[in-house]
């Protein structure tokens, strides 16, 4: 008899997009996204972190001061590396994300034509960025989907 207990593929690729995240080096919110085709297949992944060549033990990792001396000038989220690794057209893929996207992804996933976003948490829900980002999704008819049974637990020796 087959087994019942397997992820299921929403599962599966937030939890690929989760394992992603703990590439991040950012102290307050590792943030993970990965790209999946209607092949179920993984096209990209990302995190969030500095761009190539930007030196994450010179540049901040502060949250707050000057804006210049905080990490948000300079962070490249996870959705856009994501994004921007793709080595293929990304028209109808999906994305999975741990976190809710910020204006500025959303900008990017509309562009590259992506067609559904999957998402963790929604911990900035209430701040304009976010809010930004729904307005766009809805008027761009792009469906959001919140995975709120996530109960993996990974454990690899
Ligand atoms: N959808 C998102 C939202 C945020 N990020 C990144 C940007 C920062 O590295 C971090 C947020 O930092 P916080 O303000 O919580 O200290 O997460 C992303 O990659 N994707
Ligand atoms: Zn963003």
Redesign the pocket.
Known sequence: MKREDFLSWEQFFMTVAKVCAMRSK?P??Q?GAILVNNLNQIISTGY?GFPRGVDDDKFPWS?EGEWIDT?YPY?A???LNAIVSARTNLTDCDVY?T????NE?TKIIIQAGIKKVFYLEDKYKDSNEVKASKKMLDAAQIEYKQINDFNVKVSIN
Do not use: G
Request: aromatic share 6%; net charge neutral; glycine share 0%.
């Open positions: 950012d307050s919110t943030v969030n949250r990490k962070v989220h996870a959705e994300v976190l809710f996207p910020c992804c």
